[in-house]
């Protein structure tokens, strides 16, 4: 069993950054990929960013590239998501997940387990 549970999330003015870390609870994160998903209210979960099992090599959603960072730290058992140069568009609840394969998938049906999600709010 593996618990997630998603920090950092709050208000930030446009062009601001937060950093969120995911802590993970129960067995070693290195035995999961890890990704980041967010939604707002009406639209289905985006992928967001993914990270590999030893953090060799990320991936990242066309909207964020270039200003969200993904990495880990599995001595401390956290995934971090860096974001940067927000945008009111980024504002939705984000939510870690962790993917029992090597590479972390893309679409969601491929994640186990589920953080309770936390709120970004981006003002303009």
């Known amino acids: 069993q593996v618990q997630l549970v998603e920090l950092g999330g709050g208000l930030v003015q446009a062009g601001g950054p937060l950093r969120s870390p995911c802590a993970v609870l129960?067995?070693?994160?290195?035995?999961?990929?890890m990704g980041w998903f967010r939604q707002v209210p009406g639209k289905e979960r985006e992928f967001v960013s993914g990270?590999?099992?030893?953090?060799?090599?990320?991936y990242y959603g066309d909207s964020v590239k270039g200003r969200f960072t993904i990495s880990r730290d599995n001595t401390k058992n956290t995934v971090y998501l860096q974001m940067n140069s927000l945008k009111p568009e980024d504002t939705a609840v984000y939510y870690c997940?962790?993917?029992?394969?090597?590479?972390?998938?893309?679409?969601?049906?491929?994640?186990?387990?589920w953080g309770q999600g936390t709120q970004v709010t981006v003002s303009s």
């Open positions: 997940a962790s993917d029992r394969h090597i590479r972390p998938s893309l679409g969601q049906a491929e994640y186990d387990y």
């Open positions: 129960g067995p070693t994160s290195s035995s999961y990929a």
């Open positions: 990270i590999t099992r030893t953090g060799g090599n990320t």
